[in-house]
């Protein structure tokens, strides 16, 4: 037999404390009443909060009251009283068995009302009548003005639970309470035997306060002889506080008052024993059921605490009639000055507030399910369109033979919800700029960004034509799509991109949103960190970062599942409002978006399913990457109810910004060095930014935590508010800038050359994103840094710059050159390395002197030369001081800056090759990737190639003795010319 059924035959009555709508229907209830004996249960706001929230088993009751319920109380009111109600039923035949003396279900008032006694009459005569059954108990907090509105319901025949009881006292006044009201009963005619009262006496609460007192007189320094009188009390405090309100009731029971009201049918006031479950784990799971079994008493129990019980707990009777033992324990404790008044007052106030707060997110959370259901009715086309959606994603992804349906199926009513109903855009005006706009992250998601356009009237390309090599619809978004802002699909760039067109609008003074799509394991990329707080740090409160949290990556689950609560809590860390959703409930999407217009940045965390739609698709591994075949395209196909009309998209703006004024066609800057003056390129690359500044009103600087050193500190202070420090965090940096060159702006961005390596990825996506302007200048090139060591020096940078397509190197070797290509980077198409030099230089060039991008500087030649030396930047002066030497014993050469390492200027480096015996290149750069490799592909056919460049590990030095040891030197240029003219 079940142990816990057992327990009646001791007086002890079985309840649960936690009723829900799973357990009502899933036969769970009703199966413990039949098999456990079960013959009562309890709620709470903090039980009904864990529930109503956010299961799923309250949407269908949910819609119902929403037809009748006002505001989130009411709705709270009208879910609870039908859970009740059904509860209720359940347990009648139970009430009826025992003639009335069990088989309740308690309901309780509003916690908010617990100090307000009429208040509390009044709600609970509603709560009695809204529910109808005569085994119902109306739960009332036992304070003090509660214990008078106990007094007045159980007169007028509504059954009580007093609840949150903690000290004897407050249980002596309960149980008198209920005996006035029975004599008032008596004496006026009414009858006792239909009315009932319980009262809950809390017990773990008491140990978790009395055992943190204790504990204090436990540590080292304490006196032995208080350790061990504290020692023993662990635990034991809440079960020896029980066993004297047990005895009260005893006494009570026994009285000649009592006994003459019992002879009228009036009932014993059960004491009910709650908040049974453990809380300390080096206590028994039932330490607070074994203890406590006798007469007229209930043990309310956690199902967790239940079922322990039921496995291995011993049904025995153990409530002493002499209460000797625990009024020793009282004793001990007033011997160890713990007051337990003072701590059970207490504990009446925390537990009124232990309901208040999460019956105040409860309401919160209805309030939020109720907007979301209406909202929801007011889009009802919505479910057709992400229906529609994924039926497209489906065909296309079929016919290309590859690509991620399943990525996108589990996002289609997020699209659906931005793309047909929140975001304010005209699917006519794909270079408009007063638009909220949309970049999808999460990439390979790209088949359902198209059939999103597609459906909008925004393109007129063929679905069927994707991935196809003459198609626009490529397989990852690329701005050959003109909606598409920057190419992504390398995961963890959207947001930084994000940010810079967000960055953009404020510039210009448009009100839009931007809405970045990520992919949940998308987020496990530092870089969305990086963006989260730069958008956080910068008051970006029109971005807005969607994450599909479908559960699943390519090889498996996705960190944390579908446990929504880790990114969202990331996400706030970094100062972002954060909301959770569900993401196939457009109306609680709707609410979540609508909420994003009111500031952030914020994170809308949807909770979705991979493959959503489909059945033998969703939740399933194995699916990542790969297209349906034909015969489960249809059967797919036949499972989606898409209605074969679609919905257009009303055309919206937001406002605001206006037309852009335009520059004034620029003009040169001035740039006024004297030739011999030793300037630093790094600090003329800044003095040309100031004086660009006041030419482009488009131009925007962006520097990572390093703007002393690049110099970009020179045009943040002209011109503040259009410089942004990126910090640490060159990823961002780089996306920003990607963002604002999108947006029209001309980003420039700065920091060490070695640092950029950290940001190549961004580099590389930015040169498929083909943006109008962007320049990159790295600062601290070479081993010619000096001291601070290789983790400092630039040494890959021309090296990766060549590697991307259309983009343009820039190598000054002076303050001159260094003004004058900053000047012409600005100008130039795409993306523009500019490298710096971290030393003071010479002035070679005359402050007139002009330079292309594609040209060089020849600064020594004669007919007589013998030998070509190729440089740029630093070594251009070693090569200068060489070319001096090497002249002085007799050996001419011709001296050429190669400053544009790319596009080089091939012409004057191929008459160098026909008119000397062979090219010398000299750099402060890797031997591999660089100026070097560069010349050597262009004129090698033509005559002989040597290199001198950084080869094996630097180390700390003086940039003298760097440029020796790498032969970069004067000395070692002179004396390589010397060996191959030999």
């Known amino acids: 037999m079940s142990r816990l059924a057992t327990l009646k035959e001791h007086g002890q009555s079985f309840w649960l404390d936690s009723l829900s709508r799973q357990m009502l229907e899933d036969g769970s209830l009703e199966r413990r009443i039949r098999d456990q004996g079960l013959t009562g249960i309890t709620s709470n706001p903090a039980i009904f909060a864990k529930t109503m929230g956010k299961s799923p088993h309250y949407d269908a009751p949910l819609a119902a009251a929403l037809e009748q319920a006002a505001g989130a109380e009411g709705l709270y009111e009208a879910l609870a009283v039908a859970d009740v109600r059904e509860a209720c039923d359940l347990l009648l035949p139970v009430y009826h068995s025992s003639d009335g003396a069990d088989g309740f279900v308690s ?66 006044e309960t149980l008198e309470a209920y005996m006035k009201a029975m004599q008032r009963r008596r004496e006026h005619g009414r009858d006792l035997h239909s009315v009932a009262s319980v009262a809950s006496l809390f017990l773990s609460r008491i140990d978790v306060a009395v055992d943190r007192e204790l504990r204090h007189r436990l ?46 049918g009036a009932r014993p006031q059960r004491l009910v024993w709650a ?28 199902e967790a605490t239940a079922a322990a019980f039921e496995d291995h707990g011993q049904v025995a009777a153990t409530l002493p009639a002499d209460p000797d033992e625990a009024t020793r324990v009282m004793d001990h404790l007033e011997q160890l000055a713990i007051d337990l008044d003072a701590v059970t007052y207490q504990l009446v106030d925390e537990g009124v507030q232990k309901f208040i707060d999460p019956y105040d997110k409860l309401l919160a959370r209805l309030e939020e399910r109720r907007t979301a259901a209406a909202r929801a009715r007011q889009a009802s086309v919505l479910p057709g369109v992400a229906a529609r959606l994924r039926a497209e994603v489906i065909r296309m992804t079929t016919a290309a033979g590859s690509g991620h349906p399943t990525s996108c199926l589990s996002c ?37 960004l198209w059939a999103a356009l ?39 760039q959207g947001l930084s991109v994000a940010n810079g067109l967000a960055l953009a609008d404020r510039l210009d003074g448009i009100p839009a949103r931007i809405f970045c799509l990520l992919g949940d394991g998308e987020c496990s990329e530092g870089s969305v960190w990086e963006a989260a707080q730069f958008a956080a740090d910068n008051g970006l409160d029109r971005v807005v970062a969607i994450v599909d949290a479908n559960g699943l990556e390519q090889s498996g689950e996705a960190p944390y599942g579908h446990d929504t609560s880790v990114v969202a809590g990331r996400f706030r860390a970094f100062g972002w409002q954060a909301l959770e959703v569900d993401g196939h409930d457009l109306g609680d999407l709707l609410v979540a978006l609508e909420r994003t217009r009111d500031g952030g940045p914020t994170a ?37 109810t898409a209605p074969e009309i679609g919905v257009r998209v009303t055309p919206r703006r937001v406002g605001g910004g206006g037309e852009p004024s335009g520059d004034a066609p620029p003009v040169p800057i001035a740039v006024d060095y004297a030739e011999g003056e030793t300037v630093a390129t790094r600090s003329a690359f800044g003095d040309a930014l100031k004086k660009l500044g006041a030419q482009r009103n488009d131009l925007v600087v962006l520097d990572g935590d390093v703007k002393g050193s690049t110099k970009t500190a020179t045009f943040e202070e002209a011109w503040p508010e259009r410089f942004l420090e990126a910090q640490i965090a060159e990823q961002n ?46 600062s601290h090139a070479g081993v010619s840094i000096g001291q601070d060591g290789p983790s400092q020096m630039g040494l890959e940078d021309i090296a990766m710059m060549r590697a991307l397509d259309g983009a343009a190197v820039l190598y000054p070797c002076d303050a001159v050159s260094a003004e004058r290509l900053t000047e012409a980077a600005l100008d130039h198409p795409g993306i523009v390395y500019l490298r710096t030099t971290r030393g003071k230089t010479p002035v070679i060039y005359a402050a007139s002197e002009t330079f292309s991008i594609g040209g060089s500087k020849t ?41 544009s390492v790319e596009p080089l200027d091939v012409e004057t480096l191929q008459r160098a090759a026909r008119e000397t015996e062979g090219l010398l290149v000299i750099e402060d750069h890797n031997r591999h990737g660089g100026l070097g490799e560069a010349v050597a592909a262009q004129v090698g056919r033509l005559g002989r190639v040597f290199h001198l460049g950084v080869a094996g590990e630097p180390r700390s030095g003086t940039p003298e003795e760097l440029l020796e040891r790498h032969r970069l030197s004067a000395t070692e240029i002179a004396r390589e010319a010397l060996a191959v003219a030999a």
């Not at 916690?111 to 809204?130: F, G, K, S, V």
């Not at 119902?136 to 304070?143: N, Q």
């Not at 990852?476 to 802002?485: C, D, E, K, M, Q």
């Not at 809308?604 to 959503?612: H, L, M, Q």
Request: aromatic letters at 6%.
């Open 604 to 640: 809308i965390v949807a909770r979705t399913e991979k493959g959503k739609g489909v059945s033998f698709l969703e939740g399933a591994e194995g699916w990542h990457g790969k297209a349906l075949d034909e015969a489960e395209r249809d059967r797919a196909l036949a499972e989606i």
């Open 733 to 778: 940096m780089v996306g920003v800038a990607l963002g604002l060159a999108a947006s029209g702006k001309r980003p420039c961005v700065a920091t060490f050359a070695a640092f950029l390596t950290r940001a190549y990825d961004f580099i590389r996506m930015a040169a498929h994103s083909r943006p109008p302007h962007l320049l990159i200048c790295g």
């Open 107 to 172: 309901l309780e008032v509003s916690p908010h009302i617990a100090y307000d006694p009429l208040a509390t009459i009044r709600q609970a005569r509603a709560l009695w009548d809204e529910v109808g059954r005569p085994n119902l108990f109306i739960k009332v907090p036992g304070t003090r003005p509660g214990r008078h509105a106990v007094e007045v319901l159980l007169y007028e025949g509504i059954n009580v639970n007093i609840t949150l009881l903690f000290g004897v006292d407050a249980y002596r």
């Open 275 to 302: 908040s049974t479950g453990t809380k300390d784990p080096s206590y028994s799971d039932v330490h607070y059921i074994e203890p406590l079994i006798g007469p007229h008493t209930v043990s309310t129990m956690p």
């Open 454 to 492: 597609k459906e909008a009237g925004a393109i007129d390309a063929d679905l069927l034509t994707l991935r196809q090599i003459d198609s626009e619809l490529q397989g990852h978004p690329t701005p050959a799509i003109p909606w598409v802002p920057a190419a992504t699909g390398s995961l963890g």
């Open 412 to 448: 289609a009513e997020l699209v659906a919800a931005l793309f047909f109903d929140e975001m304010r855009w005209d699917p006519q005006a794909p270079e408009a700029r007063d638009m909220d706009r949309f970049v999808l992250s999460k990439g390979h998601a790209a088949p359902i």
């Open 859 to 899: 600064l020594a030649e004669s007919p007589q030369d013998r030998l070509t030396l190729v440089a740029a930047g630093i070594t251009v002066h070693t090569a200068l001081e060489a070319h001096r030497r090497l002249r002085a014993q007799g050996l001419s050469t011709r001296v050429i800056d190669a400053y």
């Open 219 to 264: 540590g080292p320094d304490v006196d032995e002889r208080i350790r061990a009188k504290a020692r023993p009390l662990l635990g034991h405090t809440a079960i020896a506080n029980a066993r004297l309100a047990y005895a009260v009731l005893r006494e009570t029971l026994a009285s000649e008052r009592w006994q003459a009201l019992a002879e009228e």
